[in-house]
């Protein structure tokens, strides 16, 4: 089993940090050898109908160096997501971070392959708790698109409290607006 922050070796050679995991997946630092399964997620325009659109894949290479800065500086950040059976990346979750680290925003997205099977559960759970172990962090904050009934079912299971509508610029839309106290 792995702990938090050591590195172990995968069979291809490919050296991974494993910051957090689960009983079914590992929390691993982005790093270029994840380009290819980002599309599969962020470059889904389905997968991403609620969250603003596919990103452009161009930018990915920009998007991995940020979320890597984010953790050294924070130790918090966004993460490559991998299922241990079959050691595919299927998705990313963690936090974005803007000012400080008293308040972060939850995020998660997974490949459409992974729907349905309680992974955004399981992640929003281990996030909540890689954010109590850092100390910092006072407000977990989520939204989601008021059409995604899955995402805004998750955050209600996990104990986030419903704060009412909220304007978003990145969406240009209101959207159901969350909080989880640490």
Not at 9 to 22: A, F, Q, W
Not at 87 to 103: D, H, M
Request: aromatic content about 12%; glycine content about 6%; overall charge negative.
């Amino acid at each position: 089993m792995y702990r938090n922050n050591e590195i172990r070796t995968r069979l291809e050679g490919v050296m991974m940090m494993v910051i957090h995991e689960t009983d079914r997946l590992n929390f691993i630092l982005f790093d270029e050898s994840h380009l290819e399964a980002m599309v599969t997620f962020w470059g889904n325009e389905e997968v991403m109908k609620y969250s603003n659109g596919q990103t452009d894949q161009e930018k990915f290479p920009q998007i991995i160096k940020a979320y890597q800065k984010c953790h050294k500086e924070h130790g918090l950040s966004v993460y490559a997501i991998e299922e241990k059976a079959t050691k595919n990346i299927i998705g990313a979750a963690g936090f974005n971070i803007e000012k400080s680290l008293e308040t972060i925003e939850l995020i998660y997205h997974f490949e459409q392959q992974s729907w349905g099977k309680g992974y955004a559960t399981e992640v929003a759970r281990a996030c909540l708790s890689m954010a109590e172990n850092n100390g910092h962090v006072k407000v977990v904050t989520a939204s989601a698109d008021p059409r995604n009934q899955a995402s805004l079912q998750v955050l209600k299971k996990i104990g986030f409290q419903y704060k009412g509508m909220k304007w978003f610029e990145d969406t240009a839309q209101e959207e159901p607006y969350f909080e989880y106290y640490l």
